[in-house]
């Protein structure tokens, strides 16, 4: 292919963690924006300039949940990057995983509408790819 004829995609870079805690619940927020506005997901959300993935996990699980980890305490699941993912577009995101005590607080904040801690055996249906991200994190534990 010449480069007069490649076809470059534009790529979004996100990430999004996985909070468990050591009596097997996840937290997850309730989305207020579109796509899946009211849909339940991970915490997560895009990569800002200058960020790596890991700071920007933990930056975005305390802007939307209210929940405080230090980025060395997170552990990459994956890259996760089909196509598909996204309706919005192509949408790449690194997953990451932290436990927390039972007692961990969570609080909706930025564009979360709810924080819930969940049983990893009794979930909503999650947003985008969200459940084989969380069926990935939990694999690992």
Same mark, same amino acid.
């Given at each position: 292919?010449?480069?007069?004829?490649?076809?470059?995609? !534009?790529?979004?870079?996100?990430?999004?963690?996985?909070?468990?805690?050591?009596?097997?619940?996840?937290?997850?927020?309730? $989305?207020?924006?579109?796509? +899946?506005?009211?849909?339940?997901? &991970?915490?997560?959300?895009?990569?800002?300039?200058?960020?790596?993935?890991?700071?920007?996990?933990? $930056?975005? &699980? $305390?802007?939307?949940?209210?929940?405080?980890?230090?980025?060395? +305490?997170?552990?990459?699941?994956?890259?996760?990057?089909?196509?598909?993912?996204? /309706?919005?577009?192509?949408?790449?995101?690194?997953?990451?995983? =932290?436990?927390?005590?039972?007692?961990?607080?969570?609080?909706?904040?930025?564009?979360?509408?709810? =924080?819930?801690?969940?049983?990893?055996?009794?979930? /909503?249906? &999650? !947003?985008?790819?969200?459940?084989?991200?969380?069926?990935?994190?939990?694999? $690992?534990?």
């Amino acid at each position: 292919m010449s480069a007069s004829t490649e076809k470059f995609e !534009a790529l979004r870079y996100t990430a999004d963690v996985i909070v468990v805690t050591t009596d097997d619940r996840v937290l997850l927020i309730e $989305r207020g924006w579109d796509p +899946h506005k009211g849909a339940w997901a &991970l915490p997560g959300g895009h990569v800002d300039p200058g960020e790596t993935s890991r700071t920007a996990a933990a $930056r975005e &699980l $305390r802007e939307e949940a209210g929940v405080a980890v230090d980025p060395t +305490h997170l552990h990459q699941v994956g890259v996760f990057d089909d196509p598909g993912r996204d /309706p919005r577009g192509r949408y790449i995101t690194a997953a990451y995983l =932290a436990v927390v005590p039972e007692d961990t607080v969570a609080t909706a904040g930025d564009d979360a509408v709810r =924080a819930a801690w969940f049983n990893v055996n009794d979930l /909503p249906a &999650l !947003a985008f790819d969200h459940a084989s991200i969380l069926d990935a994190a939990l694999a $690992r534990i």
